[in-house]
T-cell receptor, first 117, second 109 residues
Framework: NAGVMQNPRHLVRRRGQEARLRCSPM?????VYWYRQLPEEGLKFMVY????????ESGMPKERFSAEFPKEGPSILRIQQVVRGDSAAYFC???????????????FGPGTRLLVL | KQEVTQIPAALSVPEGENLVLNCSFT??????LQWFRQDPGKGLTSLLL?????REQTSGRLNASLDKSSGRSTLYIAASQPGDSATYLC????????FGRGTQLTVWP
């Protein structure tokens, strides 16, 4: 059973472009979490999704950021019109369980390092 | 709002030392506390999970304790090795994971 996969591992974008980050959860996992780690900061929760549903997006910036987890295919975190402050490591985690147990049984991917020039 | 603080931010020690990493949290309503290891360019690996009803957990050379009343958790690493070099993160779970900034540990031979 492969672990959580994220791609690309590194992404460079110029200001104003779009960034698409992909996360394939572990097989059998239907719960996906996205986190952002800014330089010199801890990981911050962004959004929690189940298949085809956004359950909690309270950690997502109100503008330019969106997330989806379609019935088929990976979860996508999309950042429109990127700015330099979006440069960070974005981690995805998946779980086979619903909260609250699912919160403590998250398996993390290797992350995508986004650099905005 | 849950705030998680880790001390020290960085630690550099010679091989063989016993280490103490500290984590404090503001909201005692967490229902568990996890310690993770983060290696450069890689994801997080869960090391220990302490349920709110427990006081400590042990795995090999690692021992983590939890004192909810004081809002503190401590990770002990016995007989440190160069392979222990990584960033150690603690996270409180209260509906979601709240992470500290981590302690960057370097163990030199």
């Amino acid at each position: 059973n492969a672990g959580v996969m994220q791609n690309p591992r590194h992404l460079v974008r110029r200001r104003g472009q779009e960034a698409r980050l992909r996360c394939s959860p572990m097989k059998g996992h239907s719960h996906v979490y996205w986190y952002r780690q800014l330089p010199e900061e801890g990981l911050k929760f962004m959004v929690y999704l189940q298949k085809e549903n956004i359950i909690d997006e309270s950690g997502m910036p109100k503008e330019r950021f969106s997330a989806e987890f379609p019935k088929e295919g990976p979860s996508i975190l999309r950042i429109q019109q990127v700015v330099r402050g979006d440069s960070a490591a974005y981690f995805c985690a998946s779980s086979p369980l619903s909260p609250p147990r699912g919160v403590e049984t998250q398996y993390f991917g290797p992350g995508t390092r986004l650099l905005v020039l | 709002k849950q705030e998680v603080t880790q001390i020290p931010a960085a630690l550099s020690v010679p091989e063989g030392e016993n280490l103490v990493l500290n984590c404090s949290f503001t909201d005692s309503a967490i229902y568990n506390l996890q310690w993770f290891r983060q290696d450069p360019g890689k994801g997080l690996t869960s090391l220990l999970l302490i349920q709110s009803s427990q006081r400590e957990q042990t795995s090999g050379r690692l021992n983590a304790s939890l004192d909810k009343s004081s809002g503190r958790s401590t990770l002990y690493i016995a007989a440190s090795q160069p392979g222990d070099s990584a960033t150690y993160l603690c996270a409180g779970a209260g509906g979601r994971l709240y992470f500290g900034r981590g302690t960057q540990l370097t163990v030199w031979p």
